[in-house]
């Protein structure tokens, strides 16, 4: 049995349905009407093997920002609500990724308190038609909606499109690695006792 979860959210500004496998192969199936985050979510779903089917229809007539962070919501709800007692996983996972010229590092701990430390610096307004100041708020949204200790850095680059997808691939191999199963693990891995 896969660790699966399935949101639906909708408000005036967004309309979401994403079904989440924290345990899949990386299959997956998504539109949000921004062609670079889909692209974004694809690597996402694809290194760390999590099946991903996700619609997004945004107020894209606005701008992006409403889709972007929602579906940062959404997809820590999955995340949080696939995990379910988090017993029996590593909780801590981490990951220094390089493609190309660029270098990025991202570290996560499922400790059930958010927090996101965001230190990357892009040097351009927009990628495709994705603006990249809305990249560090769809980190924020799941590591607040997930309850996730999230940190991103990046070490060195200059490729707006290499840095973004070096943070989403490493996000997801951070992430693949934090929710693995250590038989040696037989409750949560925690002196208090939990990580809710
Ligand atoms: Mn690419």
Redesign the pocket.
Do not use: A, F, L, Y
């Given at each position: 049995m896969g660790r699966t979860a399935e949101i639906q959210r909708k408000t005036n500004e967004t309309s979401i349905v994403l079904q989440l496998n924290l345990d899949g192969t990386g299959i997956s199936d998504i539109n949000t009407g921004i062609g670079f985050f889909d692209?974004m979510l694809n690597?996402f779903a694809r290194h760390g093997f999590f099946d991903l089917k996700l619609n997004v229809v945004g107020d894209l007539h606005v701008d992006a920002h409403h889709t972007v962070e929602d579906t940062g919501i959404v997809l820590g709800q999955a995340i949080k609500a696939a995990l379910g007692d988090k017993k029996g996983i590593k909780r801590y996972g981490d990951s220094v990724l390089p493609m190309d010229e660029t270098l990025v590092l991202c570290a996560i701990d499922l400790s059930g308190r958010p927090y996101l430390v965001y230190d990357v610096s892009l040097t351009v307004e927009r990628v495709g038609y994705m603006d990249t100041e809305l990249v560090k708020e769809f980190f924020y949204a799941i590591s607040y909606a997930a309850g996730m200790n999230l940190h991103l850095k990046l070490l060195h680059g200059s490729n707006n499109?290499?840095i973004i997808?070096a943070l989403f691939k490493a996000f997801a191999r951070a992430l693949d690695e934090a929710i693995g199963q250590d038989t040696r693990i037989s409750d949560v891995l925690s002196t208090k006792g939990t990580v809710d």
């Open positions: 692209h690597s499109h290499h997808e």
